[in-house]
C-alpha cells in the first residue's frame, strides 16, 4: 500500500527499527502465572557446595598457598540458614595445611553440625618427586583434623601445568593422583570434583553462543581454543578415575558438569555406581527442561545432593550469591510447579537469557536430596 502526505511520513518514523544494546535488554514477562513464595525448606537441608573460604594465593588459576582467605564469618551466615531451614554448609574450598585447620577452627568445632569443611590438594607441592605418597598422606593428615571430604577444583584438567603454573596441562586421569583417590575412599571420604565446565564455554564467544553475555563478562572462563581439551576430553579422562577407584565415592558437581545433556549424565551414572551428582548452578540448566528433570530426579533420586555453589558477598555472580533470595529459587523449582520464573536473583538471567520451571519432587525425593543423601556421604546424622 502507497503511504501519502504528512501521516506516511509519521508511519514511517513509526514503523523504523530502533537498534537496542543486547546489554541494556532486561524484557519484563507479561505471563499471568501462579507464583510461590517458598520462604523455608520443607525439610531441613544440607548445602553440599558453598565456598566460604579461598587460597591467598592463586596464580594461572591454581592455588598455591595454604592460608585462607575468609569471606564471612559464620554468625553473619547462619541467620540465613536458620531462615531457611539449611541444618549445614558444606565449604568446600577450605584449602589445606594450616589454612584448612583454621577453617576446620572457625566453622566447624565452633558451631557443631552446622559447618563442614573439606581439604583440598596441595598443588603447591606437585614438584617434588615424593608428591603422590605426599598427597595422599595429606588427605589422611587432613581427615584427622577434621576435613569431610576432598575438593577438586576445575584447576585439575584446565589449569594445573606439569610445572604448576607453568608447561603441560596435567590430565584429570594422572596417575600421580592415584594413591590420593585411594586414600579417600580407604578413608570413606567423599570426592566433589568440578572436572570440566558448561559445554558453551568450550565454543567460540560468538553470537551462537547461548551463553554469549556471560562470557563477554568474564572472558576468562572461556576454553574455547589454545591447548585446552574439549569438555569430552576432560569427562573421558575423569571416567577413567571413577572407573579405577571404584571404592571412592565421588560427587560429581554441577550434574557432571553436563546438565545439558542429561542422558550421558544417566548413562554414567548407570556405569559408575560411586558417581553422585550436586545441583549446584545448574537450576538454569534442569529447570529449562522440567521433564527431564523430574525423570532425572525420580531415578537417580539416592544419588543427588542439594548444593548451590553459594558465595558470600558475590554480586557479579548472581546465580552464587549466598543469601535468603538464592535459596529460595532453589526451593521453588524443587518443591513447585511454577512456570517461568527467574534461575537466580538478577535482572538478566546470568547464565543465558531462558526462565525456568518448577519440578514439584514428592516428599521422599525431597528429603533424600535435601538431606539423606549427603548426610551418608559424609557420615554425618542431621
Ligand atoms: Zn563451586
Known amino acids: ?13 513509526r ?6 544494546d543486547l546489554s541494556e535488554y532486561e524484557p519484563r514477562s507479561m505471563l499471568h502465572v501462579k507464583e510461590t513464595q517458598v520462604e523455608r525448606a520443607r525439610y531441613p537441608l544440607i548445602d553440599i557446595h558453598v565456598h566460604l573460604s579461598f587460597s591467598t594465593k592463586t596464580e594461572n588459576g591454581v592455588s598455591v598457598a595454604p592460608q585462607r582467605h575468609f569471606l564471612a564469618s559464620p554468625e553473619s551466615l547462619l541467620p540465613t540458614m536458620d531462615s531457611c ?9 577450605g584449602g589445606f595445611g594450616d589454612g584448612l585447620a583454621e ?6 568445632k565452633a558451631h557443631p553440625g552446622r559447618f563442614y569443611t573439606f581439604v583440598e ?14 598427597q595422599s598422606q595429606a588427605i589422611a593428615d587432613a581427615h584427622s583434623a577434621g576435613a569431610k ?6 584447576t585439575l584438567g584446565l589449569y594445573l601445568r606439569e610445572n604448576i603454573t607453568s608447561g603441560k596441562l596435567v590430565k584429570v586421569d594422572d596417575t600421580r593422583f592415584d594413591p590420593m583417590w585411594d586414600t579417600c575412599g580407604q578413608l570413606s571420604i567423599p570426592v566433589a570434583v568440578h572436572v570440566s565446565d558448561p559445554i558453551a564455554f568450550f565454543l567460540p564467544t560468538d553470537r551462537f553462543n547461548e551463553r554469549y553475555e556471560e562470557l563477554n563478562n568474564h572472558p576468562d572462563w572461556s576454553f574455547y581454543d589454545h591447548d585446552f581439551p574439549s569438555n569430552a576430553e576432560l569427562l573421558e579422562a575423569r571416567n577413567r578415575v571413577f572407573a ?3 571404592k571412592t565415592q565421588f560427587v560429581a558437581l554441577h550434574v557432571g558438569n553436563f546438565a545439558e545433556d542429561l ?15 550436586d545441583i549446584a548452578a545448574r537450576i538454569g540448566e534442569l529447570g529449562r527442561q522440567p521433564r527431564n528433570a523430574r525423570k532425572f530426579f525420580e531415578k537417580y533420586q539416592d544419588r543427588i545432593l542439594f548444593g548451590t555453589d553459594a558465595t558470600p558477598h558475590a554480586p557479579q555472580f548472581p546465580q552464587q550469591m549466598y543469601g535468603d533470595k538464592l535459596y529460595q529459587i532453589y526451593f521453588r523449582f524443587l518443591e513447585t510447579d511454577d512456570e517461568y520464573f527467574d534461575y537466580a536473583p538478577a535482572k538478566v538471567p546470568p547464565q543465558g537469557r531462558w526462565r525456568i520451571y518448577g519440578i514439584n519432587l514428592p516428599d521422599g525425593i525431597l528429603q533424600k536430596v535435601y538431606s539423606v543423601n549427603a548426610a551418608r556421604l559424609l557420615r554425618v546424622t542431621i
Open 244 to 246: 579405577r577407584h571404584p
Open 121 to 134: 590438594p596441595s598443588y603447591n607441592r606437585f614438584l617434588d618427586p615424593n608428591y603422590p605418597k605426599l
Open 149 to 154: 571430604g576432598l575438593k577438586i577444583l576445575k
Open 1 to 13: 500500500m502507497a503511504l501519502q502526505g504528512s501521516a506516511a511520513t509519521g508511519d514511517e518514523a
Open 103 to 108: 577453617a576446620v577452627q572457625k566453622f566447624d
Open 15 to 20: 514503523l523504523q527499527a530502533k537498534p537496542l
Open 263 to 277: 542422558e550421558n549424565v544417566s548413562q554414567n551414572l548407570d556405569r559408575f555406581p560411586n558417581m553422585f551428582v
Open 85 to 93: 531451614n539449611i541444618r549445614a554448609l558444606t565449604n568446600l574450598t
